[in-house]
Nanobody, 127 residues
Framework: QVQLVESGGGVVQAGGSLRLSCTASERTFSSYIMAWFRQAPGKGREFVAA????????EYVDSVRGRFTISRDSAKNTVYLQMDSLKPEDTAVYYCAADSIAFRLRPWRNVKDYDYWGQGTQVTVSS
């Protein structure tokens, strides 16, 4: 059972930056597709970004492309989400997720494809 632990959330003014981290409990993480989703109050869980560990190909939702960057450090079993130029509409609980199907073809946006989830970390962007 893979456990995912997120950190790095907080309160920031619009235009600011935050970096989220997600650390996995197992080294097999290095072959997974890792993703970030978010959920705002009263809304469904939304795909943000994903990275396929076998080749480091990344995918982003249009609303964050050019502002957010997903990356990973296999030596630390950690995936990151660097968030720049934050907007109030980015306010949400951000969840890390892992898909054990290493060779799954894109898109990687389906919540049901992910086997493991973190507990979430709150990001609040004030205007």
């Amino acid at each position: 059972q893979v456990q995912l632990v997120e950190s790095g959330g907080g309160v920031v003014q619009a235009g600011g930056s935050l970096r989220l981290s997600c650390t996995a409990s197992e080294r097999t993480f290095s072959s997974y597709i890792m993703a970030w989703f978010r959920q705002a109050p009263g809304k469904g869980r939304e795909f943000v970004a994903a990275i396929r560990s076998i080749d480091d190909i990344a995918e982003y939702v249009d609303s964050v492309r050019g502002r957010f960057t997903i990356s990973r450090d296999s030596a630390k079993n950690t995936v990151y989400l660097q968030m720049d130029s934050l907007k109030p509409e980015d306010t949400a609980v951000y969840y890390c997720a892992a898909d054990s199907i290493a060779f799954r073809l894109r898109p990687w946006r389906n919540v049901k494809d992910y086997d493991y989830w973190g507990q979430g970390t709150q990001v609040t962007v004030s205007s």
